[in-house]
């Protein structure tokens, strides 16, 4: 099997104090990544990225994604500055739109959705750099900032997308894309060509998060997904039976992980589904070795 970073995400429906012992175990277990969540009403993203990293000695942490309309360019750049300092080499930082009705909910609703993602995705990048950045924007304005304390190694910014306008974006601005749970290799190879279509050059990662649940009976494992699955089919707008997840049988969830990362992706971060989350995760690992995963 192709070599792949293999994470996991911290489910936002878990109380933030389980996250460093969640965090410490599923390291131990040998994972590459977690993927801590920022929804709106939930957990904020950069306060959990910290908290995972102080826990940790080697994990990769993934804010997997910080609302562009939520955060100032300048205070989310100056936030993952420090983190980086403090952590070189072990953060990622997502930036997305942000689901409009939230935004909306707080009075952040932008006027333009995908000028707010670019210039703050620019102007974050270009600080992150340490450079000192001047942008009288649609949505952006920095009257000359620069970082005292720029990272030594900056952290990719990675933009969490869907739509293809949005795609083809990423692929400008971009150090990479992620994209959401239930979306399969097909989907992976769409996503390639509107990131390709914006510019993405072959250092261009591709994330995907996908639901996971595995167990020998997979009538039960069905049922244990099917919430997830019709809720996200709602929302990406596909028949629940087009939502891809990795899934079934330990063996079968390695082979499904295996078709993404065949189709593209370098990092998939797997979704707990049910009981005994890192009980499952350890299986799929299990089977992903067993398959021949570097």
């Keep these: 099997m192709t070599t792949a970073r293999i994470g996991v995400m911290y489910d936002r429906d878990w109380a933030p104090e389980g996250l460093p012992a969640f965090a410490r175990e599923v390291e131990a277990l040998g994972v590459d990544d977690v993927w801590v969540v920022e929804d709106l009403g939930w957990n904020a993203g950069v306060s959990a990225a910290a908290v995972a990293l102080a826990a940790t000695r080697r994990l990769r942490v ?6 562009a309309p939520l955060r100032s360019p300048a205070l989310l750049a100056m936030e993952l500055a420090t983190l980086a300092r ?5 953060l990622v930082a997502g930036i997305g739109h942000g689901v409009p009705e939230w935004m909306a909910s707080v009075g952040v609703a932008p006027r333009s959705p995908l000028a707010l993602l670019e210039e703050t995705i620019v102007s974050v990048r270009a600080l992150l750099r ?4 001047e942008l009288d924007g649609r949505e952006v304005r920095l009257d000359g900032l620069r970082l005292v304390h720029p990272p030594v190694e900056p952290p990719p910014v990675i933009a969490g997308v869907v739509r293809p306008r949005s795609l083809e974006l990423s692929g400008r601005v971009a150090d990479g894309t992620l994209i959401a749970e239930g979306h399969g290799p097909r989907d992976l190879y769409a996503v390639r060509e509107l ?5 993405a050059e072959a250092g261009h990662s591709l994330t995907v998060f ?3 649940s595995v167990g020998e009976d997979a009538e039960q494992v069905a049922r244990v997904l099917r919430p997830s699955v019709e809720g996200h089919a709602e929302w990406l707008g596909r028949p629940a039976e087009q939502v891809f997840t990795v899934s079934g049988r330990p063996a079968d969830a390695a082979e499904r992980i295996g078709e993404l990362v065949a189709a593209g992706a370098g990092t998939v971060g797997l979704r707990m589904i049910g009981p005994e989350p890192v009980r499952q995760l350890a299986s799929v690992l299990e089977a992903l070795a067993a398959a021949g995963r570097a």
Excluded: N, Q
């Design 86 to 90: 403090v952590f070189p080499g072990r």
């Design 130 to 133: 340490g450079e000192r950045v």
């Design 195 to 199: 990131t390709g279509r914006g510019g």
């Design 62 to 67: 993934g804010i997997g994604i910080a609302p």
């Design 210 to 212: 996908a639901f996971c």
